[in-house]
């Protein structure tokens, strides 16, 4: 492998060539077998890097993590209780989540037709917690107390229909809360009532944000 | 002011969104101190990071390293943004503590040798089974600064830049070392 320009195949494979040097080596590529089937292996070589498939390691590496941090491993929290739902508890589940859907349905139902649109609901919230931690996670507490503060010192500047709304929708999203709490009581691993959770309380803060720089910005 | 309240519906109709607010809401939980969120992000990215410390450092040191990076990001839940993707931060941070460790795992030895010599030593198996194993030993068979710039390159996609200020050297090397490792490489393609 003597060719001038075999050391520079992987610059120009990657498009870090210089165009002056690019312009002559495409121009020399035709005329040598020797680059123009090294080239074609490299691509294969980066080709093949980049299907590489990823392994999972052959232990499970939580058991040692779960120890160092701190925390329990939901497997040993599972190995230690019965794997078995109770009617209540299903129940619970199902009203929890007939709450949701139905407070949805009626929300939407709800929606004045040249409303303004509502911000998504996807927002990214870092003050989240679950039926666990939730009345007892100090940042999460703090910025609803916060906020409802700001509410209602700028309640006054708010118009009768609009206080309305935000407490119909308020009081809608702490049943759901409350509810999804209830039912997560009996199923704490349920990891789907678990999201649901997160997704109400995170679109409390919203909706306290959204009604406090309305207040705020009617000053 | 109305809300809207995405039910059971919405959530079946964007999953790939669902998971990311499930991501976006574990990563919260756990940085509040939520173990079961925690395990959660865990389960979904250790393949990942797992296979990155392996090809890093040698399937001997994959174990070790793996939990290092979670017992770390544990810790420094606290400091994630969300501008970029969990799984980015987590994947930087990963290769942060990997690089960090490789002096004290021996991997140092023969790290910026440019010879095409140490590159031969990468024998070559034409008959093995598995090809995908095969490639990666040969990838595990490189010397070090070629197999770890070889690995953030082509298979992680970090830039030569990027990789290296990650590495302590320029890029010019990171470059050389790369192609010395795809030439090593090329042979591991039948």
Same mark, same amino acid.
């Given at each position: 492998?003597?060719?001038?320009?075999?050391?520079?195949?992987?610059?120009?494979?990657?498009?870090?060539?210089?165009?002056?040097?690019?312009?002559?080596?495409?121009?020399?590529?035709?005329?040598?077998?020797?680059?123009?089937?090294?080239?074609?292996?490299?691509?294969?070589?980066?080709?093949?890097?980049?299907?590489?498939?990823?392994?999972?390691?052959?232990?499970?590496?939580?058991?040692?993590?779960?120890?160092?941090?701190?925390?329990?491993?939901?497997?040993?929290?599972?190995?230690?209780?019965?794997?078995?739902?109770?009617?209540?508890?299903? *129940? *619970?589940?199902?009203? *929890?989540?007939?709450?949701?859907?139905?407070?949805?349905?009626?929300?939407?139902?709800?929606?004045?037709?040249?409303?303004?649109?509502?911000?998504?609901?996807?927002?990214?919230?870092?003050?989240?917690?679950?039926?666990?931690?939730?009345?007892?996670?100090?940042?999460?507490? *703090?910025?609803?107390?916060?906020?409802?503060?700001?509410?209602?010192?700028?309640?006054?500047?708010?118009?009768?229909?609009?206080?309305?709304?935000?407490?119909?929708?308020?009081?809608?999203?702490?049943?759901?809360?409350?509810?999804?709490?209830?039912?997560?009581?009996?199923?704490?691993?349920?990891?789907?009532?678990?999201?649901?959770?997160?997704?109400?309380?995170?679109?409390?803060?919203?909706?306290?944000?959204?009604?406090?720089?309305?207040?705020?910005?009617?000053? | 002011?109305?809300?809207?309240?995405?039910?059971?519906?919405? !959530?079946?109709?964007?999953?790939?969104?669902?998971?990311?607010?499930?991501?976006?809401?574990?990563?919260?939980?756990?940085?509040?101190?939520?173990?079961?969120?925690?395990?959660?992000?865990?389960?979904?990215?250790?393949?990942?990071?797992?296979?990155?410390?392996?090809?890093?450092?040698?399937?001997?040191?994959?174990?070790?390293?793996?939990?290092?990076?979670?017992?770390?990001?544990?810790?420094?839940?606290?400091?994630?943004?969300?501008?970029?993707?969990?799984?980015?931060?987590?994947?930087?941070?990963?290769?942060?503590?990997?690089?960090?460790?490789?002096?004290?795992?021996?991997?140092?030895?023969?790290?910026?040798?440019?010879?095409?010599?140490?590159?031969?030593?990468?024998?070559?198996?034409?008959?093995?089974?598995?090809?995908?194993?095969?490639?990666?030993?040969?990838?595990?068979?490189?010397?070090?600064?070629?197999?770890?710039?070889?690995?953030?390159?082509?298979?992680?996609?970090?830039?030569?830049?990027?990789?290296?200020?990650?590495?302590?050297?320029?890029?010019?090397?990171?470059?050389?070392? !790369?192609?010395?490792?795809?030439?090593?490489?090329?042979?591991?393609?039948?």
């Amino acid at each position: 492998m003597s060719d001038t320009w075999t050391n520079r195949l992987s610059e120009y494979l990657d498009g870090d060539l210089p165009a002056g040097e690019r312009t002559v080596l495409e121009a020399h590529l035709p005329t040598c077998a020797e680059c123009s089937e090294t080239l074609a292996q490299l691509r294969r070589v980066v080709a093949r890097a980049q299907a590489l498939d990823d392994r999972a390691p052959t232990a499970d590496l939580w058991p040692a993590i779960a120890r160092h941090v701190g925390v329990v491993s939901l497997d040993a929290r599972r190995a230690r209780r019965r794997l078995s739902f109770t009617v209540p508890q299903l *129940a *619970a589940a199902a009203v *929890a989540l007939a709450l949701l859907s139905g407070g949805s349905a009626w929300l939407l139902e709800r929606r004045p037709a040249e409303g303004p649109p509502s911000q998504s609901t996807t927002t990214a919230t870092p003050m989240l917690t679950n039926a666990g931690t939730y009345e007892a996670n100090p940042r999460y507490a *703090a910025a609803v107390a916060n906020l409802e503060r700001v509410l209602a010192q700028g309640r006054g500047r708010l118009d009768t229909a609009t206080v309305r709304v935000i407490e119909k929708n308020l009081g809608i999203i702490d049943r759901a809360i409350r509810d999804a709490q209830s039912a997560l009581a009996a199923d704490p691993a349920n990891s789907y009532l678990n999201l649901h959770l997160a997704q109400e309380m995170r679109r409390k803060l919203e909706l306290l944000r959204q009604a406090a720089a309305l207040a705020g910005a009617r000053t | 002011m109305e809300l809207t309240t995405p039910g059971v519906a919405t !959530l079946r109709r964007d999953l790939d969104q669902t998971a990311r607010d499930a991501e976006t809401a574990d990563v919260a939980l756990a940085a509040s101190g939520d173990g079961r969120a925690f395990e959660r992000l865990y389960r979904t990215h250790v393949t990942r990071i797992h296979s990155l410390a392996r090809r890093m450092t040698g399937e001997e040191h994959a174990d070790d390293l793996t939990q290092d990076v979670f017992v770390r990001a544990w810790t420094k839940l606290s400091t994630f943004r969300a501008e970029a993707a969990f799984g980015t931060w987590l994947h930087r941070l990963a290769v942060n503590v990997i690089l960090a460790r490789r002096t004290t795992l021996g991997t140092e030895r023969g790290r910026y040798d440019d010879s095409e010599g140490v590159l031969d030593g990468v024998s070559s198996r034409p008959h093995a089974p598995d090809l995908s194993l095969d490639f990666e030993e040969a990838i595990g068979r490189l010397p070090d600064g070629a197999r770890e710039v070889f690995v953030l390159h082509d298979i992680e996609g970090y830039r030569h830049e990027e990789i290296a200020d990650l590495l302590g050297i320029v890029p010019g090397t990171s470059k050389s070392q !790369l192609h010395h490792a795809r030439m090593a490489l090329r042979r591991h393609l039948e």
